[in-house]
Each structure stands twice: as C-alpha cells, then as structure tokens.
C-alpha cells in the first residue's frame, strides 16, 4: 500500500537463491557421496552474492532509472551520508540503538540532508553502525553470516524443497533490512531470526545412513548366521 518496492527487490533475491540451491542439490546429494563439502559451497555462494550485491551498488545510477528508481533511492542515501558521518564520531560502541535519532543536531542535520526526520535510516546495518557501533555492526554481521552458512547447509545436503525455503527466508530478511529498519517496534525481525536460528541449527538424519531399527535387523541376522 506504500508503494515500497524493497519488499518485492527481498522477495525476487530470495526466490533466486532458493532456486539456485534446488539446482545445486544433484552437486552435493547423489547416490555416489557427497563430492563436495556443502558449508564451502554455501560460504562461496554467499561471497558471490556479496559480491553481486556490491557490484549492483555502485552501478545502481544505470539500472536503477530502469524502474523508475533514482541513485538516491527515495533520499535514502543523503540518511546514510549523515549517519555515517556520525558513526565517525564513536565508531566503537556508537550512540545507542536508535538513540541518536533523539538528537537535536543529529535531527537538524537530517532536517538538512532530506528535507524531513524519518526516525530511522531506512537501514538497520547502517543503523547498527550508528547506534552499536563497529561492536555491534559486526555482531551482527557474524551472526547472519552463521546463519546463511548453517540454512545453506541444511538447504544443501537435505533432500526434498522444503529444508530451502529457511535459506530463502534468511535472504529475504538480509535484503529487506538492506532498504528497511525492521529491528524495531514489535521485534517482529527479532522473532524470525530466533526461529530461523533454530531451524538452520537442526540437524537431520543423514539421507544415507541406515536406520536404526536396519542396523538392529541386520545385526541380528548377522548373529543368527553366526550361530
């Protein structure tokens, strides 16, 4: 209803990758083994993804009017100039989640740059940057890092659709943070992480292992056969 398109940019990215894992399946699950380690594979595609995201950042000014989209992206980018700039001033621990937006400089400079206080940079790793600081900033890099590489895993070695649609949902959060502040307010962003930890870190049984009521039987006809 507001018109935003970050949510469709999160929900394109992370179909992509979802249908990039369900092809890459037949590379790491096959009746021969597994030629190739899955965690590897995951943290090479989340460095490719990385990357991409990176080159698209600073070619956005081409493709970008192609959907009637400007390089400022809404006035998005004159937020971070300024909050960047403030990050500079405690690039440690920062001011305090959300707390500089209680500024009355850090309000005028926004006043200045955009034109209006939004409450937020539209961005919460930017946000993290001002507010916690690089210790906070990297945290919380480290803990989605994490996560991609364990829903990448799980999404990898696992057979059947449904274990990819964490990784797809770990992706979509990524991407809509990118444009978004959504760790605020409700939490929502704070529920949805707990449970994709809790998803990703599950470990299931292993396609090619033997059962234990299988292993059960077969001992026990190796033992009758002995005898």
Known sequence: GTGARTPLVGLVVALAVAAVAVAAKHLIVSDRGRPFDARLVSAVAGLALVGAGLMAWFTRGSWLSSIGQTS??????A??????EWFAERPVVGHGYLGAWYDPEFQADMLVARGEVLGSTHNTFVELLLGAGLVGFGLAVALY???WLAAGE???VSRGVVPV????VVVYVIVENIGETLFVGGQ???AVTGALIVVSAAREPSP?????DVVGSVDAVGVERRG
Do not use: F, I, Y
């Open 72 to 77: 400022e992206l809404t006035g998005r980018t």
């Open 208 to 212: 090619t292992a033997p059962r234990p």
């Open 165 to 168: 649609w964490p990784l797809a």
């Open 188 to 190: 929502l962003m704070v």
């Open 79 to 84: 937020m971070w100039e300024v909050s960047l």
């Open 145 to 147: 890092a994490l996560l």
């Open 154 to 156: 799980r999404a990898l």
